[in-house]
């Protein structure tokens, strides 16, 4: 399922993307588009395939069939440079931030400047100390090691690193996890800021949904490795789907079964 | 369990390792042969490798080089031993002692670290966030280390084979009542140039399999801390073992003409 907007208006494209692990099919038929300089939320619960979709687009995993798009260009079989070269547009915050935690912070947020766009370190080191302000950070900050900062602070500097190249797309793995409601909320309206400052196509996936209300222009619903519903983000409360209705309002009771041992 | 599927699933789970273990072999190779190359981490990982390592070797060389002297005396001709000692040992070191004991210590520490600090990368994502800032992780993690290993084993080797002598002059002059020019004379004059550079062409091998079963098992560790852990393991007696097969066919090859 797919929302319907033009296709010059479209920046990722996924068409029947399959992908299987052995014989758990993780990936069914998966389709979905993305608007370019829009927020589009995925929700969906553990397991159903969030992760491996955003992991098919950045070519860290590679689907067994179907096509990704990244500005009408094919890239499920690139490899090599040409793939370096698609992936300078991206961005990512990670679920754990998974910082560098040999390298101190600024070089975290420098690492795309140094490496990726070949910048010299003094400059990638100004820019990095400035990204650090833009979320919250002071710059004595930058000379601290990941393993001295705290949950919020590591996924500060996670976003911090994401915005570093001013990437035309951002991806969100759980931003907003392990985090307490407060921190999640400063998370959310960072994510909000920064999307919003860069111009970026975003893409979250989450399964907290006052993060995704918060951060969403669309939302989608995956479920067993298929998108069963999009829409806008006003739309999810009205979408006539039982699987998103229980989603959202978090009920053990629906369609949706757990897999749990009962007594 | 039918027992030709228990063989069947080994075949299986073996072919597909040994393919696995080529393919990433071939793409490290690729890799280093294909610039730019990270000198600042190659750098860094020939202090890390080489550098560090350098106690633990130099001691291992140092007594092995004493327990050479030793056996060869006591269980030799200890009538004309001042002649045969200082050579065997010289020979014994330099050719296989020196880099067998090195490699193999080498590869206890810096294999196990490597593994241990790349598989914690894969499993805490760090190699998924390199892929995503456009960096090659095969390139950034996997071609320093291995450089830095085929480069700093022999040099490490070498230090070793100077101590490792020294450990059975010592042993020789000092424990034995050799006399100290004559011992040296046999050494010099035993030694050939051959001797030493086969050893530290075998090093170079041993340090490229060190580097690269350390990158393999960390690179393909899965499963949190227990999955850190037996890619640490698997590194080290895979590493280890590969190096004493080698050992064998580089003999072969070397020392039968």
Redesign the interface.
């Known amino acids: 399922m797919s929302i319907s907007i033009p296709s010059k208006d479209v920046k990722i494209e996924l068409k029947k993307v399959h992908k299987r692990f052995g014989k758990k099919i993780v990936l069914h038929d998966l389709s979905l588009t993305i608007p370019k300089g829009k927020s589009l939320v995925v929700i969906g619960g553990s397991g159903s395939g969030k992760s491996v979709m955003l992991?098919c687009i950045?070519?860290?995993i590679r689907p067994e069939k179907g096509s990704i798009k990244v500005d009408g260009k094919d890239v499920t079989r690139l490899s090599g440079s040409d793939r370096?070269?698609i992936?300078?547009k991206?961005?990512?915050l990670?679920?754990?931030a998974?910082?560098?935690?040999?390298l101190p912070v600024w070089e975290n947020v420098a690492?795309?400047l140094i490496?990726?766009r070949h910048m010299k370190r003094k400059d990638a080191k100004e820019i990095a100390m400035e990204k650090l302000g833009r979320v919250g950070l002071t710059s004595e900050v930058g000379d601290l090691y990941p393993a001295e900062l705290s949950g919020g602070m590591q996924k500060r500097v996670g976003l911090a690193?994401a915005i570093a190249t001013d990437p035309e797309i951002i991806?969100f793995d759980e931003p907003t996890t392990g985090l307490d409601p407060i921190m999640a909320d400063v998370i959310n309206d960072l994510i909000v800021d920064s999307v919003r400052d860069l111009g970026a196509t975003a893409l979250s996936i989450t399964h907290d949904m006052a993060s995704a209300r918060k951060i969403a222009d669309y939302m989608a619903m995956i479920y067993k490795g298929e998108i069963i519903w999009a829409g806008t983000r006003e739309e999810v409360d009205n979408s006539g789907n039982e699987y998103v209705d229980q989603f959202i309002h978090g009920r053990a009771d629906g369609p949706i079964q757990m897999d749990i041992l009962k007594p | 369990m039918n027992p030709l599927a228990i063989i069947g699933n080994v075949v299986i789970t073996t072919v597909n390792e040994t393919g696995r273990l080529s393919l990433f072999t071939w793409t490290a190779i690729a890799h280093i042969v294909r610039p730019p190359l990270y000198w600042r981490l190659i750098g860094q990982q020939m202090m890390r490798i080489g550098y560090f390592s350098l106690p633990v070797v130099a001691l291992t060389s140092f007594f092995t080089g004493g327990v050479l002297a030793l056996q060869i005396y006591y269980g030799g001709d200890q009538f004309n031993s001042e002649s045969i000692v200082a050579t065997i040992v010289a020979l014994g070191i330099t050719r296989e002692l020196g880099p067998v004991l090195g490699g193999l210590m080498v590869a206890g520490r810096a294999s196990a670290a490597i593994a241990a600090e790349l598989g914690t990368m894969r499993v805490t994502e760090q190699i998924d966030a390199l892929t995503t800032l456009a960096t090659n992780p095969f390139k950034y993690l996997v071609v320093p280390r291995v450089v830095a290993a085929v480069i700093t084993l022999p040099a490490l080797v070498f230090v070793g084979d100077v101590i490792g002598i020294f450990g059975g002059f010592v042993v020789g002059t000092q424990s034995l009542d050799f006399n100290s020019g004559v011992y040296v004379k046999n050494t010099v004059d035993f030694l050939d140039t051959d001797d030493i550079t086969s050893g530290l062409i075998k090093s170079s091998i041993f340090g490229f399999i060190i580097a690269v079963m350390g990158c393999y098992q960390g690179f393909h560790s899965k499963g949190g801390a227990q999955g850190v852990g037996r890619a640490t393991t698997n590194a080290v007696v895979t590493s280890s073992i590969l190096i004493l097969a080698a050992n064998y066919v580089m003999t072969s090859l070397f020392f039968s003409s």
């Open positions: 992991k950045l070519g860290i370096e070269k992936l300078t991206f961005g990512m990670f679920q754990n998974a910082l560098f935690d040999s690492f795309g490496q990726g690193r991806f």
